[in-house]
């Protein structure tokens, strides 16, 4: 196994990961970014933004490639690989890769939140052939054909906006009374012809098929009324959940899993900083993961320098 020393090892490549390693490596640190899957998080699947300063509308993956090129030409080092321990001491910390030890002096997770499952009988059974959570990434499987969205939020409109075009029928299952995205978004999905119907109070109580999806069943979460919906697939849009397995235990973290900070993003143990949507935080935008992403990379730069006196710290120098 590969040994590595690093003095700021970033944990994902969403906009929090890669605008900590710009901001890093512009302070003159050696930054690597281990990132899983793809760099971009959730923007990759986003078919518009139009609230990113700079740009009036940019494409998710256009904005994604476009900080990953910035990224790199400021000298940060970017690893596709899955973590699969990290211990956390004092002054340097280990970050287990599948062929990689890195040995990091700070560290700033990144690593986002992951989509929130339905719960649903069968659900383990289609996930990733019939159940889909981006619509970009998979609508295209469904041309023609009839689908339901499962959510209510700003994501869950966007996923019916974007899907409207491919598919045949669009059916909404939403557990509150009422949808919470914004206007501008209702208005343009309810001039939709394809969809075709909207079951607010309704949440998922069973996915049903042989080889292939064929129904889901929907239960009224007041009066407990079942109702079956034929359908071919299933796109999920219902909140994340924080990416944070490999932390119980050894941070400090919320009720609903983030990672707790104080403002420099700091977490309990020192040299360990956490930034964008895995942090406890009310706002979580793009703008926001990059503000977050900064802050945590200007202060693991300060934490290096008063560093730089401490036995270990030298000894790994030499």
Do not use: W
Not at 98 to 109: C, G, H, L, N, R
Not at 272 to 295: F, L, M, N, P, S
Request: glycine letters at 10%.
């Amino acid at each position: 196994m590969k040994k590595v020393d690093v003095e700021v090892l970033i944990i994902g490549g969403g906009p929090a990961g890669m605008t900590a390693g710009m901001y890093a490596a512009r302070a003159g640190k050696k930054v690597v970014i281990v990132e899983e899957r793809v760099c971009g998080g959730q923007i990759t699947s986003t078919e518009t933004v139009e609230n990113m300063p700079g740009f009036l509308s940019i494409g998710g993956a256009d904005l994604a490639m476009a900080m990953m090129e910035q990224t790199e030409k400021s000298g940060v080092e970017i690893v596709y690989d899955q973590i699969a321990n990290i211990e956390f001491e004092k002054c340097v910390h280990t970050v287990t890769t599948s062929d990689t030890e890195f040995a990091a002096k700070t560290v700033i997770i990144c690593a986002g939140a992951g989509p929130r499952k339905l719960g649903a009988i069968g659900e383990k059974k289609f996930d990733g052939r019939n159940i889909h959570y981006c619509a970009l990434c998979d609508g295209a499987f469904y041309k023609d054909r009839d689908i339901v969205v499962v959510g209510g939020g700003n994501s869950a409109v966007e996923e019916v906006l974007y899907l409207s075009p491919i598919v045949k029928s669009i059916t909404i299952v939403n557990v509150t009374e009422d949808f919470a995205a914004h206007a501008v978004s209702l208005n343009a999905m309810a001039k939709l012809p394809n969809v075709i119907g909207v079951h607010h109070l309704h949440s998922v109580k069973e996915i049903s098929g042989e080889k292939n999806l064929e129904s889901i069943t929907i239960k009224h979460t007041g009066t407990g009324v079942e109702t079956v919906i034929p359908c071919d697939g299933v796109f999920v849009a219902i909140g994340r959940a924080p990416s944070t397995a490999l932390f119980k235990g050894k941070l400090d973290l919320s009720r609903a899993g983030y990672v707790k900070t104080n403002p420099k993003m700091e977490t309990n143990i020192e040299g360990v900083y956490a930034a964008g949507d895995i942090r406890e935080k009310h706002v979580r935008q793009i703008v926001t993961a990059c503000a977050d992403g900064a802050v945590a990379a200007t202060f693991a730069a300060m934490h290096l320098k008063q560093c730089k006196l401490c036995p270990k710290f030298i000894q790994t120098q030499s």
